[in-house]
């Protein structure tokens, strides 16, 4: 799918950004412009809007966050993987490894990488999925071939009957944002959120907020400690 760029002689690997956030993406796309062998060969904010311009442009690899406008980040990564197999992903996220790492190798990613992480460790990324590589932490890398290899997962597994916009909102009530905060960050209305709240509520068997509040805090804390002793 990729048409290979050349600058001063040298092959650059093209590179498109799924980013909806523009402050982020432009600090994003300066970091990657700085490598020789990089370049940002298009941009998107949304999945609706990536999928056209990811056909024209044909990128090498695709950057994509989770927290999109309308539809997860991982549904992108889902319908890549599906129909242009050849083309790499790589998840870059402020969501916790331990919370979603899998769920993205599962939707077809090639990695998974931390916004916090050091420039140099996302263009490193980059670099290592468009060789072939399957990019993760060290830490998180462990714990997948140990559980591969028949050990039991230090703390709760994720909540797997939730879908990847579900597993957001239940993150994000864990974290203590309330339905107000998590339609801003998401962009989606507050009644929209009110009904991933409700669909939660179902999916978990819990009776009320109060419920689903304590459920979610109580599973983002043990993540994270999972995510600390790995």
Same mark, same amino acid.
């Given at each position: +799918?990729?048409?290979?760029?050349?600058?001063?002689?040298? /092959?650059?690997?093209?590179?498109?950004?799924?980013?909806?956030?523009?402050?982020?993406?432009?600090?994003?796309?300066?970091?990657?412009?700085?490598?020789?062998?990089?370049?940002?060969?298009?941009?998107?904010?949304?999945?609706?809007?990536?999928?056209?311009?990811?056909?024209? #442009?044909?990128?090498?690899?695709?950057?994509?966050?989770?927290?999109?406008?309308?539809?997860?980040?991982?549904?992108?990564?889902?319908?890549?993987?599906?129909?242009?197999?050849?083309?790499? @992903?790589?998840?870059? #996220? +402020?969501?916790?490894?331990?919370?979603?790492?899998?769920?993205?190798?599962?939707?077809?990613?090639?990695?998974?990488? +931390?916004?916090?992480? !050091?420039?140099?460790?996302?263009?490193?990324?980059?670099?290592?999925?468009?060789?072939?590589?399957?990019?993760?932490?060290?830490?998180?890398?462990?714990?997948?071939?140990?559980? +591969?290899?028949?050990? @039991?997962?230090?703390?709760?597994?994720?909540?797997?009957?939730?879908?990847?916009?579900?597993?957001?909102?239940?993150?994000?009530?864990?974290?203590?944002? !309330? !339905?107000?905060?998590? &339609?801003?960050?998401?962009?989606? &209305?507050?009644? /929209?959120?009110?009904?991933?709240?409700?669909?939660?509520?179902?999916?978990?068997?819990?009776?009320?907020?109060?419920?689903?509040?304590?459920?979610?805090?109580?599973?983002?804390?043990? &993540?994270?400690?999972?995510?600390?002793?790995?």
């Amino acid at each position: +799918m990729s048409e290979s760029t050349t600058t001063g002689g040298k /092959t650059q690997i093209r590179v498109f950004l799924v980013e909806d956030h523009p402050v982020f993406r432009l600090g994003l796309r300066e970091l990657i412009e700085q490598e020789l062998d990089l370049h940002v060969c298009g941009e998107a904010e949304n999945v609706g809007s990536a999928w056209d311009k990811i056909c024209r #442009s044909k990128p090498d690899l695709v950057v994509v966050d989770i927290s999109l406008v309308g539809r997860s980040g991982l549904e992108l990564v889902k319908q890549l993987k599906d129909e242009v197999p050849e083309l790499p @992903t790589l998840v870059l #996220s +402020m969501h916790e490894e331990s919370l979603y790492a899998e769920r993205a190798l599962q939707a077809g990613a090639r990695g998974y990488i +931390m916004k916090h992480e !050091t420039a140099d460790l996302i263009v490193d990324a980059i670099r290592k999925v468009r060789s072939g590589e399957v990019y993760l932490s060290a830490k998180m890398t462990g714990e997948i071939l140990y559980k +591969m290899v028949g050990g @039991t997962a230090k703390g709760p597994l994720p909540q797997q009957c939730l879908t990847n916009r579900e597993l957001e909102v239940f993150e994000m009530v864990g974290r203590g944002l !309330t !339905t107000r905060e998590i &339609s801003d960050r998401l962009c989606l &209305s507050a009644k /929209t959120v009110g009904t991933y709240r409700e669909r939660i509520k179902e999916k978990l068997k819990l009776r009320n907020a109060s419920e689903l509040t304590h459920r979610a805090v109580q599973w983002v804390e043990q &993540s994270a400690a999972r995510g600390e002793d790995g």
